[in-house]
């Protein structure tokens, strides 16, 4: 038995079409490949949504040493936005611990999030350039440049 047969077809063209739409769109892999997951291969979506929180923080880390390295990271964008996400990641894992997550509540829970989630992502893409001209309006600068 080869290493062959026990590759599944499917995996593999889901994989490439995946990256193929991540490189046409610039999107994160997380949110094409996780409703993959769920709903093509039938992965439970705590595991789904586990496995692309892994990979994410694997990939992100070995982007952040590059850039850590290269000295192109603003640490003050940095601790602005770690500002907000740190405590609201404690306060998401204090309610989550109140939960159980062992149960279909759980995952009807991960799915219907990851669903509202995906709509939302989907909505603000649409209507980019739109929003960005409303800011554009109120803010000096909205096209990223620093000062």
């Known amino acids: ?7 599944e077809p499917l995996y ?3 994989g490439f079409g995946v990256g ?4 046409m769109t ?3 892999g997380g949110s094409l490949m996780t409703p993959l997951l769920i709903l093509l ?3 439970q979506p705590a595991t789904a949504v586990g496995t692309d929180l892994l990979f994410a923080a694997a990939t992100k880390s070995g982007g952040s040493v590059v850039h850590g390295l290269a000295r192109s990271i603003d640490w003050r964008v940095v601790g602005l936005l770690a500002a907000g996400s740190i405590p609201a990641t404690a306060a998401t894992l204090v309610e989550l611990s109140q939960l ?3 149960g279909p509540a759980a995952s009807e829970l991960i799915t219907r999030v990851l669903g509202y989630t995906l709509f939302a992502t989907t909505t603000v893409l649409n209507f980019r350039n739109r929003i960005l001209a409303v800011y554009a309006a109120r803010v000096e600068l909205v096209d990223g440049t620093r000062p």
Request: net charge negative; charged share 15%.
């Open 100 to 102: 159980d997550l062992r």
């Open 20 to 23: 193929f739409l991540i490189g």
């Open 26 to 28: 610039g999107m994160g």
């Open 1 to 7: 038995m080869s290493i062959f047969d026990s590759i």
């Open 41 to 43: 291969f039938g992965i």
């Open 12 to 14: 593999s063209v889901s």
